[in-house]
């Protein structure tokens, strides 16, 4: 079965970097694009960009560009984000999610990531 | 690219029907049949409840249905069920290699 799994909780220090993956499997890694997501305490969903597993190409909205890297490995069929320059409003639950074609929907979803940014 | 309108909450009881909206623009919206919509839970990852704008995955109740009209969309839960007290997000393609969720509805089964 598809399985997304996340790694661990993390605290950062403002201005550092913080890293997550997404560890896949029960699904050909390279045939479905993977979305990165993000929610804030009590707030809502919101879009951080998408990555193509098989060449690598990456597309991410404007307000994260330049802060927001995403990459893959095929030989562990592992996506990561990696988001630089924290502030404290990145304190948020960080998820990676399928889709099932380019367009959506998000059908597979990791179990999230909280990373908390203070001092 | 502006979030997705949805109300902030909205309920029923056990039983009844409640319709959640999402109004986004000619650009995301009512450019494009990929509209969604995700259970949320407390503490838990969302959940894909309705994929291009009236579609069921296996295993979500046809309870659930979804719709489109024009630049809105509207999320329909029939026979409402304690189970179903949650959060409920849309997403839509916004073009351009674009993706945007709605801000969140809460629904409280009475």
């Known amino acids: 079965q598809v399985q997304l799994v996340q790694s661990g909780t993390e605290v950062k220090k403002p201005g550092a970097s913080v890293k997550v993956s997404c560890k896949t499997s029960?699904?050909?890694?390279?045939?479905?694009?993977m979305h990165w997501v993000r929610q804030a305490p009590g707030q809502g969903l919101e879009w951080m960009g998408i990555?193509?597993?098989?060449?690598?190409?990456?597309t991410s909205p404007q307000k994260f560009q330049g802060r927001v890297t995403m990459t893959r490995d095929t030989s562990t069929s592992t996506v990561y984000m990696e988001l630089s320059s924290l502030r404290s409003e990145d304190t948020a639950v960080y998820y990676c999610?399928?889709?099932?074609?380019?367009?959506?929907?998000?059908?597979?979803w990791g179990q999230g990531t909280l990373v908390t940014v203070s001092s | 690219q502006s979030a997705l309108t949805q109300p902030p909450s909205a309920s029923g009881s056990p039983g009844q029907s409640v319709t959640i909206s999402c109004t986004g623009t000619?650009?995301?919206?009512?450019?494009?049949?990929?509209v969604s919509w995700y259970q949320q839970h407390p503490g838990k990852a969302p959940k894909l409840m309705i994929y291009?704008?009236?579609k069921r995955p296996s295993g979500v109740p046809d309870r659930f249905s979804g719709s489109k009209s024009g630049n809105t969309a509207s999320l329909t839960v029939s026979g409402l069920q304690t189970d179903d007290e949650a959060d409920y997000y849309c997403s839509s393609y916004a073009g351009s290699n674009n993706w945007v969720f709605g801000g969140g509805t809460k629904l409280t089964v009475l």
């Open positions: 999610a399928r889709v099932l074609t380019y367009f959506g929907p998000f059908d597979y």
């Open positions: 000619s650009s995301d919206v009512g450019g494009y049949t990929y």
């Open positions: 029960g699904y050909t890694f390279t045939g479905y694009y």
């Open positions: 291009e704008v009236s």
């Open positions: 990555i193509n597993p098989s060449g690598g190409s990456t």
